[in-house]
């Protein structure tokens, strides 16, 4: 496989982004702010909407793989003892089905990654003007950054968490790599460098973000924020990213319908950084707003991205299916991996039509007439 560095327009063209909003400044601690705090949330969601390339529309009816190509794929991913069939299989699946599943990768190609992505982050450091640029390396992640390292340690543990308890969610081994090399987690302490470097290497600034997650269809994941004032909720922003990072890796370049996606980096950052507040009171403000409406606000299933106040009901909304049947979760991510459509695989996996998962999970927060 090929890795390339070069910024062309196919790279940019072929990246997936997640943006989170500098949010941390918004979420003003006192209700005395609150008039300030909606138009600037108002203002956030707008440019939520910026992102490098919006995810497909997920209403649009997906046709299933044929079955034993499903089956195969499942079985190739097992076949470490034979890597040329496993390849054959890996192609075969691709034309079958137009998804790439992501290759077993030998340590020597693994280092050769790691090493051009030593180089990218050199590169860094000549171009984009910031304080002193920082290397923390540990099995999956190359953390670089120049917040003060006393700050950076305390960050760094997250990710690693983050890992084990993802792996642990799909039944992963927690000592095996998922990424391509490593994942690149670029945080700046300033959100002048963030700009510069979204700039530079993605050749436009993203005004009103954080952090943004960019998964390129080289394998490679790249996600640059910067730090702001409010630590705690700088953890989660990077903890929910990097999260889309390794869904990318998982299994396949398929992408996860969105609501799911965003439910899952939310319940994550909830998870790992236990101390930030941000994702409850997200959580309470959507069923607030479901409570006044009765509804998931008719466009949540659908919406190539979901609306800013969705984010705490995705969150809640993973949190419920978990519960409900952790095993049925990772199956149905699973199969939407290998290609199925998400309403065929929550159907297969928790028994529920989309109306009817609306209902169920409408019950378990005490609104059992819940519209989706
Ligand atoms: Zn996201």
Redesign the pocket.
């Known amino acids: 496989m090929i890795f390339s560095r070069k910024i062309d327009p196919f790279f940019i063209g072929a990246a997936l982004a997640?943006?989170?909003t500098f949010a941390g400044a918004t979420l003003a601690r006192d209700a005395s702010n609150l008039s300030q705090k909606s138009s600037d949330e108002a203002k956030s969601a707008a440019k939520a909407k910026v992102s490098v390339n919006r995810p497909k529309d997920t209403t649009a009816p997906a046709r299933n793989p044929p079955k034993n190509a499903l089956q195969k794929a499942g079985k190739s991913a097992r076949e470490k003892s034979d890597p040329e069939q496993a390849e054959r299989e890996r192609r075969e699946f691709l034309k079958k089905t137009g998804i790439l599943l992501w290759p077993e990768l030998s340590d020597e190609q693994q280092q050769a990654f790691v090493k051009k992505q030593k180089e990218h982050l050199e590169e860094v450091r000549k171009k984009v003007p910031a304080g002193a640029l920082q290397l923390y390396e540990t099995d999956f992640f190359l953390f670089f950054s120049d917040i003060a390292p006393m700050y950076a340690k305390l960050y760094v543990p997250y990710l690693d968490a983050m890992y084990r308890d993802l792996c642990k969610a799909f039944g992963l081994d927690p000592k095996k790599n998922i990424f391509q090399g490593k994942c690149l987690v670029i945080a700046f302490a300033q959100e002048a460098s963030f700009q510069q470097y979204e700039t530079i290497f993605f050749k436009e600034a993203k005004p009103g973000a954080q952090g943004l997650c960019h998964c390129n269809s080289n394998g490679e994941v790249i996600m640059a924020c910067f730090a702001g004032l409010d630590t705690l909720y700088f953890a989660s922003v990077m903890v929910?990213?990097t999260s889309?990072g390794f869904m990318f890796r998982y299994k396949s370049n398929k992408q996860i319908p969105n609501w799911l996606?965003?439910g899952a980096?939310e319940w994550i950052a909830k998870h790992v950084v236990t101390r930030d507040r941000a994702i409850p009171r997200k959580i309470q403000k959507s069923l607030a707003q479901m409570r006044q409406t009765g509804s998931m606000g008719g466009n949540f299933f659908s919406a190539e991205h979901i609306e800013k106040w969705q984010y705490g009901l995705a969150a809640h909304l993973t949190e419920f299916l978990l519960q409900y049947n952790a095993q049925g979760y990772k199956r149905m991510i699973d199969d939407i991996k290998l290609g199925k459509s998400w309403r065929d695989a929550l159907q297969d996996a928790y028994r529920l039509t989309p109306e009817e998962l609306a209902r169920n999970y409408g019950i378990w927060i005490g609104l059992p007439m819940l519209a989706p």
Do not use: K
């Open positions: 997640c943006v989170l929910h990213e889309h996606n965003e980096a």
